[in-house]
């Protein structure tokens, strides 16, 4: 031992170690270990949903998610920094809002950046999507509105057949041929690269708009079936049987307990909990009570029961 | 003030093949209890070798490839298992008030190994490139924005995700867990609570 662990105990009988037997015989139980549960169990690796998968198979979804970006009040606008200016979604705890710090480092405008961007590459391609959006840009933004209130209201009560929608005849200007641009976008599984796509790069090296896309609408719901929302303990789940990041139950409790799983400072305020247990962690070995527990729970006398029976042995003789 | 020869006498104190290599240890150490920690080195151990190989054939790798998806499926269960004996070496470590007689830094230097692992197996959920990973990305969002800290992280930039999954936090936990062990091999392993009495006190 060191100098200064063998000072300190120096008037504790000692036995011999094999350090490096010790650490190979446990790398091979460990490793053992490894590979008989990937061997039986693999792993989960459930399928993303990409935007191919939601054009083909749910339409109306499709077309509804586009069309509320294309509103321009989807709940993207308002959700703030780091995304936008907008703060009345902005998160708070003990008044302060944290978010606010950085504010605005990736900027998106849900409506040019989801819709509109992507439609004027569609347009390159495809005549009646570029008439459509000549007319749309040279519409007054009460009349632009009007056409996506009215084409919202109509999806509401659309019908999807055989992977088609059929939306009743109504005023929504060049709306409908824009909404089949987007969808046509999709089910030639460009939704992602049209989102994605740099400006300067040949590479797509972000892709936050991409994953953004999908958020409120498909992933959710096929998050809610597979027990994957938040109030559902949904970062410590996997999809099936086998375990997710359970290590994480500390976190994820907060969101199942009132008043926190309703409030919408939740992140805020499980976030900083999380902050206060971590440092209460740290700091352990220096807080009275905390320091102290070890001593008044002598789960000690168990791991340390020979020793402590050869002490009371030779104190006893 | 000479630098170099105050840090060769420090190292020289403190980086001893005795504490490195120990041949001989105090006799109360005699416990499954005392494993966790080497358990938790080991699954560390594992994790390494199989995240080098899946970082060197890449993510496509180990989606399509038989021999990927092993991979894969090997450092998956090795998290798991780093975690619960991760998880066992802390709780045991605290009922044995391990941190007592100046031992308070090998146990918050733990704690940030801790808190490090988490963000390390996070990045690393958010990096499998599944349906998971898409989820969580945009659930995450939220409270690391509400933290303030989603203005620089995000859980949504697949490339930066995996930079830190595979470069920042593997290091950090890397260094941390040597400073962890040659904290642990220089103190020696913390006394029992001393008898008072014939009880502790």
Redesign the interface.
Same mark, same amino acid.
């Given at each position: 031992?060191?100098?200064?662990?063998d000072e300190?105990?120096r008037d504790?009988?000692?036995?011999?170690?094999? !350090?490096?037997r010790?650490?190979l015989i446990?790398?091979a139980?460990?490793?053992v270990?490894?590979?008989a549960?990937?061997?039986i169990?693999?792993?989960? &690796?459930?399928?993303?949903?990409r935007g191919e998968d939601v054009a083909k198979n749910h339409p109306l979804d499709y077309l509804k998610t586009s069309t509320d970006f294309l509103t321009g009040e989807s709940a993207l606008e308002s959700y703030?920094?780091?995304y936008n200016e907008s703060r009345e979604n902005v998160?708070k705890?003990l008044g302060l809002a944290?978010?606010?710090?950085?504010?605005v480092?990736?900027l998106i405008e849900a409506q040019k950046d989801f819709v509109l961007g992507p439609l004027e590459r569609v347009a390159i391609l495809n005549k009646d999507v570029a008439s459509a959006l000549t007319v749309w840009k040279a519409a007054k933004e009460e009349q632009q509105k009007a056409w996506t209130k009215a084409y919202s209201e109509a999806l509401d009560k659309a019908e999807e057949a055989s992977g088609e929608v059929k939306v009743a005849a109504g005023d929504y200007g060049p709306v409908p041929v824009m909404m089949f641009g987007m969808l046509a976008l999709g089910r030639a599984g460009l939704l992602e690269g049209a989102l994605s796509v740099s400006d300067t790069l040949p590479y797509t090296?972000? &892709?936050?708009k991409a994953?953004?896309f999908f958020?409120e609408g498909p992933?959710s719901d096929?998050?809610e079936s597979v027990d994957?929302l938040?109030n559902q303990w949904?970062?410590t789940h996997?999809?099936g049987n086998l375990?997710?990041?359970?290590? !994480?139950w500390p976190y994820a409790i907060w969101y199942q307990i009132p008043p926190l799983n309703e409030s919408p400072?939740a992140?805020?305020i499980?976030?900083?909990l999380m902050?206060l247990f971590?440092l209460l962690?740290?700091?352990?070995?220096?807080i009275p009570v905390i320091?102290h527990?070890?001593?008044w729970?002598?789960?000690?006398?168990i791991?340390?029961r020979?020793?402590?029976a050869k002490?009371?042995g030779r104190?006893g003789k | 003030m000479n630098v170099t020869e105050n840090l060769k006498s420090y190292l020289k104190?403190?980086l001893?093949l005795?504490?490195l290599?120990?041949?001989?240890?105090?006799?109360?150490l005699?416990?499954v209890?005392y494993?966790f920690g080497?358990?938790s080195?080991?699954?560390l151990?594992?994790l390494i070798i199989t995240g080098l190989t899946m970082a060197i054939f890449g993510p496509l790798w180990y989606?399509v490839s038989g021999t990927g998806?092993?991979f894969?499926?090997?450092?998956?269960?090795?998290v798991?298992?780093l975690?619960l004996f991760m998880?066992l070496h802390l709780a045991?470590k605290?009922?044995?008030?391990a941190? +007592?007689?100046g +031992?308070?830094k090998t146990?918050?230097v733990g704690?940030?190994i801790?808190?490090a692992s988490?963000f390390t197996?996070?990045t690393g959920?958010l990096s499998?490139?599944?349906?998971?990973?898409?989820?969580?990305?945009?659930?995450?969002k939220?409270?690391m924005?509400?933290?303030?800290i989603?203005?620089?992280f995000?859980t949504?930039?697949?490339?930066?995700v995996l930079s830190l999954h595979v470069a920042f936090f593997p290091a950090a936990v890397g260094l941390l867990v040597v400073i962890h062990i040659l904290f642990i +091999?220089?103190?020696?392993p913390v006394?029992?609570?001393p008898?008072r009495g014939?009880k502790?006190k």
């Amino acid at each position: 031992m060191s100098r200064t662990s063998d000072e300190y105990l120096r008037d504790v009988p000692m036995k011999s170690y094999d !350090l490096v037997r010790e650490g190979l015989i446990a790398l091979a139980f460990v490793a053992v270990l490894v590979v008989a549960l990937a061997l039986i169990f693999k792993s989960p &690796n459930a399928p993303t949903i990409r935007g191919e998968d939601v054009a083909k198979n749910h339409p109306l979804d499709y077309l509804k998610t586009s069309t509320d970006f294309l509103t321009g009040e989807s709940a993207l606008e308002s959700y703030g920094p780091p995304y936008n200016e907008s703060r009345e979604n902005v998160q708070k705890v003990l008044g302060l809002a944290p978010a606010n710090i950085l504010g605005v480092t990736k900027l998106i405008e849900a409506q040019k950046d989801f819709v509109l961007g992507p439609l004027e590459r569609v347009a390159i391609l495809n005549k009646d999507v570029a008439s459509a959006l000549t007319v749309w840009k040279a519409a007054k933004e009460e009349q632009q509105k009007a056409w996506t209130k009215a084409y919202s209201e109509a999806l509401d009560k659309a019908e999807e057949a055989s992977g088609e929608v059929k939306v009743a005849a109504g005023d929504y200007g060049p709306v409908p041929v824009m909404m089949f641009g987007m969808l046509a976008l999709g089910r030639a599984g460009l939704l992602e690269g049209a989102l994605s796509v740099s400006d300067t790069l040949p590479y797509t090296l972000d &892709n936050t708009k991409a994953m953004l896309f999908f958020q409120e609408g498909p992933d959710s719901d096929f998050a809610e079936s597979v027990d994957m929302l938040g109030n559902q303990w949904g970062i410590t789940h996997e999809v099936g049987n086998l375990p997710g990041p359970w290590w !994480l139950w500390p976190y994820a409790i907060w969101y199942q307990i009132p008043p926190l799983n309703e409030s919408p400072n939740a992140d805020a305020i499980v976030g900083s909990l999380m902050l206060l247990f971590f440092l209460l962690l740290l700091f352990a070995p220096f807080i009275p009570v905390i320091k102290h527990i070890p001593r008044w729970i002598p789960i000690y006398r168990i791991i340390w029961r020979d020793w402590y029976a050869k002490q009371e042995g030779r104190s006893g003789k | 003030m000479n630098v170099t020869e105050n840090l060769k006498s420090y190292l020289k104190d403190k980086l001893t093949l005795d504490d490195l290599l120990p041949t001989k240890l105090p006799v109360y150490l005699n416990s499954v209890a005392y494993l966790f920690g080497v358990f938790s080195l080991c699954s560390l151990f594992i994790l390494i070798i199989t995240g080098l190989t899946m970082a060197i054939f890449g993510p496509l790798w180990y989606h399509v490839s038989g021999t990927g998806k092993l991979f894969n499926s090997f450092h998956y269960w090795a998290v798991q298992l780093l975690f619960l004996f991760m998880l066992l070496h802390l709780a045991t470590k605290y009922f044995l008030g391990a941190f +007592r007689d100046g +031992r308070w830094k090998t146990w918050m230097v733990g704690a940030l190994i801790l808190g490090a692992s988490i963000f390390t197996a996070f990045t690393g959920y958010l990096s499998a490139a599944n349906w998971s990973a898409q989820w969580h990305a945009v659930e995450a969002k939220d409270a690391m924005n509400a933290m303030g800290i989603g203005g620089f992280f995000f859980t949504t930039n697949y490339t930066q995700v995996l930079s830190l999954h595979v470069a920042f936090f593997p290091a950090a936990v890397g260094l941390l867990v040597v400073i962890h062990i040659l904290f642990i +091999r220089h103190e020696g392993p913390v006394k029992p609570y001393p008898l008072r009495g014939g009880k502790t006190k």
